[in-house]
């Protein structure tokens, strides 16, 4: 039984495992975004997310320590670099996990794993829904400055017309 037991082993032994997410966590820090199966995409959240905050602050000693995960000069130079530098005032939350469809060889869950500041398509989209409400907000707010009367249509004021003489008529 597991009871208690909170770490996903991914059916590895322990040396397997450190290497296999330490690989993944590279190639993520290199490419932005990558495609693994779910189980694997949800423990390399787990790993990669206290590597990602180390790099907010860039000092001899977080370098030593990610590189002692990681043993790639590269990846080093990219996370405490390009990606550092983008995540620095994000409180925490640096991965984003999206569902795949199941692969067809032998249907596991598929995941695509995705750093959230480098998604240029999310990001458009939030900025540009943003900026719509902002100048919807301004019309509305600035018709009730100027003093401007709502104007109804007549067929408005018919169904509201409608509607009492209904009630009157129900109450008689």
């Known amino acids: 039984m597991r009871h208690g037991d909170k770490i996903k082993n991914l059916s590895r032994t322990y040396e397997h495992r450190a290497a296999l997410l330490s690989n993944l966590t590279c190639q993520l820090i290199e490419h932005k975004r990558i495609t693994t199966t779910l189980a694997k995409a949800k423990s390399l959240r787990v790993y990669a997310e206290p590597i990602i ?14 590189f002692s995960y990681l043993q790639d000069k590269e990846a080093i ?3 405490f ?14 991965l984003r996990i999206i569902k ?19 998604n240029e398509i ?13 100048r919807r907000s301004r019309r509305s707010s600035g018709a009730a400055k100027k003093g401007a009367e709502p104007t109804t249509t007549p067929a408005a004021e018919t169904t509201t ?11 008689a």
């Open 53 to 66: 905050t180390r790099s907010k602050n860039d000092t001899m000693h977080n370098r030593r320590t990610v």
């Open 77 to 79: 130079k990219e996370l």
């Open 81 to 94: 670099g390009v990606i550092g530098d983008k995540v620095a005032d994000r409180p925490g939350g640096y």
């Open 100 to 118: 795949l469809p199941r692969r067809m060889g032998d249907a596991s869950d598929m995941a695509m794993i995705e750093l959230v500041d480098f």
């Open 122 to 134: 999310y990001g458009k989209d939030a900025e540009g829904a943003a900026a719509k409400k902002t």
């Open 161 to 171: 017309d409608t509607a009492a003489e209904t009630t009157e008529e129900n109450n």
